[in-house]
C-alpha cells in the first residue's frame, strides 16, 4: 500500500541529504540526533554540525489525497563568523530539493554545559508535500 509514495518519500530524504553533504562537505551530518559515542567529540573541539529529522504530517491545504510533513534541521555553531550566511546556504540547498520548501527558521545561543563557550543553535523548518495513493 501506498509504495510509490513511499519510494518518493525516500528519494526526497536522500537528495536532500545528498545536497547538504555535497554542499557542505566539512560540516557532519546526523539523523534524528547525535550519536552517544560522537558527543564527546564536541566536549573539547567546537561545534560546527547539522542534525535533521523528518517530523509530524498534517493535512495538505486544497486536496484530499495529500499532506505536508514538516522537516526540521537544526544547524549548531561555534566560533564562526558565518553563522547568518551559512543558514542561508542552507535554505538555498534545502529548498531546491523537488517538493521542499521554506517555513521558519529561529536563531538560539546556549551555553556548553558548565563552560563559558556559547553556541549558536538555527531550527530551521521545512516542509515536503506527501501525496497519498487513496483519499483522506
Do not use: W
Not at 566536549?43 to 493535512?59: E, I, R
Not at 514538516?70 to 542552507?90: A, H, K, L, M, P
Not at 538555498?92 to 530539493?97: I, P, T
Amino acid at each position: 500500500m501506498n509504495d510509490k509514495t513511499k519510494a518518493y518519500m525516500m528519494k526526497v530524504k536522500k537528495e536532500l541529504v545528498e545536497a547538504l553533504e555535497k554542499a557542505f562537505p566539512n560540516l557532519p551530518i546526523y539523523e534524528d540526533e547525535v550519536p552517544d559515542d560522537e558527543t564527546q567529540k564536541y566536549d573539547h573541539n567546537p561545534y560546527h554540525l547539522l542534525v535533521y529529522s523528518m517530523g509530524d504530517f498534517t493535512k495538505g491545504e486544497n486536496t484530499s489525497n495529500s499532506l505536508t510533513q514538516s522537516i526540521t534541521i537544526i544547524y549548531y555553531s561555534e566560533n564562526r563568523d558565518d553563522f547568518d550566511e551559512t543558514i542561508i546556504d542552507i535554505l538555498g540547498v534545502a529548498v531546491n530539493v523537488k517538493s521542499i520548501t521554506f517555513s521558519d527558521c529561529t536563531k538560539a545561543r546556549a551555553r556548553h554545559a558548565d563552560t563559558n563557550r556559547f553556541v549558536d543553535i538555527a531550527n530551521i523548518e521545512l516542509n515536503r508535500v506527501v501525496k497519498l495513493e487513496y483519499q483522506i
